[in-house]
């Protein structure tokens, strides 16, 4: 996807960066990323870097742009994230500054990672952290509802656009939406893409799907990103069982919520822009894997 770059704000927006956070020497787009709008780090005449995120405030995903910039202010010091520094609405933009960290990689989630015991440790401590949710966080049945839509879209396409339809109908008969309501702020999209690990601490970024529900949700929306990582299904299964929240999942509703994030997947790989289908796939083939597990 291409990025808006720094030069592409009205002046009245670098101006009021600047008047914010102080002078910038360069502006460094970050490349990758499937969200919408300008992502750069600034370089600061005082030595800092800053993070820094933008996006007009008509386009679609300004939605998600303005719920980030309500959980950096929301989330509680003790959350590893990046500190939200400033944020505001300039000149029809969107704009928001973080804490930029440096000398960090994306969390390697593959079998044997030395990562991984530190990315479900902090996994388990997001759920202590964050119940209960801080007020104002949107109900996770918001993002759950758009899922349910393109399954449902799925499922009445005709007959063999959906491979293995018969599976993922018994899979959303299971699933009851009361079960995944809560009092926990949820990350709800959590992957290798936004987990960077610096100096030997997970550091959770993009915040932009926070919403309150049930504890154990944001470990089963994990799960099919440790099979994608290659991990088999059973061992995943024993790996989140490190998550005190694990313990406590309804049987039905982990099996309707894998079979919606596939399902979505799938849709994306079939429908969605030419650059994300091979990831969607993959993601897909990982979902189904899961599903497979979990309804035997």
């Known amino acids: 996807m291409s990025r808006a770059h720094w030069e592409d704000m009205p002046e009245q927006a670098h101006a009021e960066v600047e008047a914010r956070l102080g002078r910038v020497v360069k502006a460094e787009t970050v490349e990758g990323g499937i969200m919408p709008g300008l992502a750069c780090r600034l370089h600061m005449e005082d030595g800092r870097d800053v993070f820094l995120k933008a996006i007009q405030s008509t386009h679609p995903g300004a939605t998600l742009h303005r719920r980030e910039a309500w959980a950096g202010r929301a989330l509680p010091e003790t959350v590893p994230a990046p500190r939200l520094l400033w944020h505001g609405d300039v000149a029809g933009w969107l704009l928001m500054a973080s804490e930029f960290v440096g000398d960090a990689r994306h969390a390697d989630l593959s079998p044997g990672s030395p990562d991984l015991p530190a990315v479900l440790e902090t996994i388990a401590g997001l759920g202590a952290m964050l119940t209960p949710a801080p007020g104002g966080a949107p109900p996770v049945l918001d993002n759950i509802a758009p899922l349910q839509a393109t399954g449902r879209h799925l499922l009445h396409r005709p007959p063999g656009v959906l491979p293995d339809r018969d599976v993922y109908a018994a899979a959303l008969a299971r699933f009851d939406a009361g079960a995944v309501r809560g009092d926990t702020l949820l990350h709800y999209d959590l992957s290798a893409s936004n987990l960077l690990v610096a100096d030997g601490r997970v550091h959770v970024l993009d915040w932009s799907f926070a919403a309150r529900g049930a504890a154990w949700m944001d470990a089963a929306m994990f799960a099919p990103r440790l099979v994608e990582a290659g991990h088999a299904p059973d061992a995943v299964d024993a790996m989140l069982s490190r998550v005190p929240s694990w313990r406590e999942v309804p049987r039905d509703a ?33 979902g189904r894997a899961w599903l497979e597990r979990l309804a035997a």
């Open 254 to 286: 982990l099996v309707g919520l894998a079979a919606l994030w596939t399902m979505f997947r799938v849709y994306k790989s079939m429908y969605g822009p030419e650059e994300v289908r091979e990831g969607r796939a993959r993601a897909a083939a990982a």
